[in-house]
């Protein structure tokens, strides 16, 4: 798969991740269910997550889970996502443009 695919995958997991995070404008009509559809996708048993991140995004399922946990519970704690969450998204597609120089960041590593 080509490496923009692979980036077009990964900025959709990346955004379900600040779904289950941020306050939803309700202004704009939203309210909570964006959240909880967004956290159910990610954590739920239904096979569309899993397979998204294992054969288009081309991650392991189980560690970017593990890693949005505790994304999710670093953003409910200190009202902020944590270091390198966004730059993980960014950096992990070798060869972009706008990809970093160094070595790709593991899921597991995005914590803090």
Known sequence: MSNNYRALW??????????????IDVSE???????????AWIFGSNGNFRNLCKDLA????????????????????????PSGFHAYFTDIVPGRPDS?????????????
């Open 58 to 81: 081309e991650v392991n399922p189980a560690e970017v889970r593990a890693a949005a946990r505790r994304i999710i519970d670093h953003y409910e704690t200190y009202g902020e996502f």
């Open 100 to 112: 970093g120089n160094g070595p790709e960041p593991h899921v597991a590593e995005v914590e803090r």
């Open 29 to 39: 009509g939203n309210d909570e269910t964006v959240k909880r559809q967004s956290r």
């Open 10 to 23: 990964l900025r959709v997991i990346h955004q379900a991740i600040i779904d289950s995070c941020e306050p």
